[in-house]
DNA sequence: TTGAAAGCGGTACCAT
DNA sequence: ATGGTACCGCTTTCAA
């Protein structure tokens, strides 16, 4: 029932020029009535003509034109993250963007996924953002820094295991999870730890600083660690709680909650007693772990408000001098319930 | 130890003609070597100056400049999601974006909260994207449809509970889970079926949708529906759970597994036999319901391959011409357990 | 093989 | 109060 009669398919977009002779005035004075220039006084009918004329061509103006003529975008590039990260970073993800809008940036998510780190750099500094904050998906180098910023970028910030030279860097040290968990399970008196190694290709860059953690603190207090190789299928669980007696370990930190929920139903079904028999500590404390029985002790994980962070997006862009910080955007915690 | 002096903090970024000028070519020949263009010869040793002049100056091709001039880009906007939609939806994303990636276009995600749909469309429209890809996040109008299109967007293609006049759409009806949910309750024996309601606000986009398939199939068999509002949280379960005989209840479809483990180990500490008094169903299939006792019946739900999507991104780019296709994007199916 | 120049769509300075 | 116009960085036709 649709009216639409067939448009010509290659129907031209519409510009400031169009509007203008539309209007009956000149591409400046449309640009003055649209962006309410306030340094130029345009009378109230002229206004209202562009308007219409605007209006009724449907024009929308072309950013890319803009930005160029600007010289600068109010662009903040976030190197697309699509690591199922669990809610904990999601929450702090949003908190964050919602944060930037508000002080008037867009923010713009492009993936660099099959780029190496210094391709990636290139093919963001390209856009031109005035900032970019590499959530770690990426690993920014030092070189990649600078091509950001001879590209304009006034901001370059990274939030990843390791601070990146010429980068802000807010440090978000998963090895603290680790060391967190085995501390915890060491106070409890457990002195062989084994640590679940998830086989998942796009955890690595999380579970690898988390070992190193656990390990760390292991060898400070004399603890045995193992690392355990598990894939999140049942039947992985299964196969190494099968031989999970002659690991002869009396704990386990099993990289997060969901795979600590995972391996903890699977040696209670190998009969192994929790915690008795081994503890099991998890991380992100996700309410899930509190339904079990015996209810799971976790590391607790606590992200910086997403708003503080847009905020030290904004003061380097305002001025780029100021000198790099290397903040901790992370603290974790041991949350002891019954497992262990 | 930086070695870097202090460089000039506004050193203005490189130009394709400050390239030229060291390279001591001219503009176009820049152009022709840095883009490899076939249809022209440029001798070997000019090409090597002019790349080795680009290198020293750290030269990145300005984007918004060049698509100026082109009269169009390669990019393909994806209205920001960032609902937390559980590992299916991300993996579909993931998926859908390297293929649109291996298809040459440029992926960007750019958000639209807090901008209703027509503001937003508008906002996306400045972009000149050649394609949109909206997930539902923001609801598309038939207007909002044809300000992109008319700004050159070729391809504009939604994700959602229904339809949208002027654009692809690719239907993902939340109202099937809840209707095979509810179906496979009272084919179970249950009259009396409880349906969860979450209050977490980013949910009201599935959940009424859900629930309204649910009341549908209900209606036909002529059993009983109950909304059932509830938060995610532990204190929110309970209370529903202290009134639970009082609402004479033989099933409760309980949104997704997340809510359902939340409410099934609720009812289980007031005491109430799971399936005997009440049959439980989530939906979602996640891997943690396996691990219950009882084990959590649920709603598997199939996403279509991220690929095919991508290949109908570029059909419809290369022939916008073609008549709007209206597919199903989700299959929903039954998955019995032991808890229901 | 290379260069000169036009033009993509806006913005803002300088005239009028 | 408005118009003319130069310019942002890049590509591409045309001429040399």
Not at 75 to 90: A, N
Not at 235 to 240: D, G, K, V
């Amino acid at each position: 029932m649709s009216q639409t009669p067939e448009q010509p398919l290659e129907r031209s977009v519409p510009t400031s020029a169009d509007v203008a002779r539309l209007a009956g005035v000149s591409r400046a004075t449309v640009s003055y009535v649209l962006n309410n220039t306030a340094a130029v006084r345009i009378s109230e009918p002229t206004r209202r003509r562009v308007r219409e004329a605007a209006e009724e061509l449907g024009y929308v103006p072309h950013a890319a034109a803009r930005s160029l003529r600007a010289g600068h975008t109010r662009m903040v590039l976030l190197p697309g993250t699509h690591i199922p990260v669990g809610p904990l970073y999601s929450r702090f993800l949003g908190e964050f963007q919602s944060a930037l809008r508000r002080l008037d940036y867009t923010v713009v998510q492009y993936g660099g996924i099959g780029l190496d780190g210094d391709e990636a750099a290139r093919a963001w500094a390209e856009l031109r953002p005035v900032a970019v904050v590499s959530l770690g998906e990426v690993t920014l180098t030092p070189h990649g820094v600078d091509v950001l910023k001879r590209s304009g970028a006034r901001a370059v910030i990274t939030l990843g295991p390791r601070r990146v030279e010429g980068a802000h860097s807010l440090v978000m040290d998963q090895r603290e999870v680790g060391g967190c968990a085995v501390t915890h399970l060491i106070g409890r008196g457990r002195r062989s730890i084994g640590v679940v190694m998830p086989e998942e290709h796009g955890l690595r860059m999380f579970c690898e600083p988390r070992f190193e953690g656990a390990r760390n603190a292991a060898a400070c207090k004399g603890a045995r660690i193992e690392p355990l190789p598990m894939a999140y299928e049942v039947e992985s669980a299964q196969a190494l709680a099968a031989r999970w007696r002659s690991l002869r370990l009396d704990a386990v930190f099993a990289y997060n909650d969901e795979y600590a929920m995972l391996l903890m139903r699977a040696l209670q079904d190998e009969g192994i007693d929790v915690p008795r028999e081994s503890a099991v500590v998890g991380a992100d404390d996700l309410l899930l772990g509190r339904l079990l029985r015996p209810r799971l002790s976790t590391v607790a994980i606590d992200l910086v408000a997403g708003r503080r962070l847009a905020e030290l997006v904004d003061r380097v862009v305002r001025d780029p001098g100021s000198e790099p910080e290397h903040h901790d955007l992370m603290t974790a915690r041991p949350v002891h319930r019954e497992s262990s």
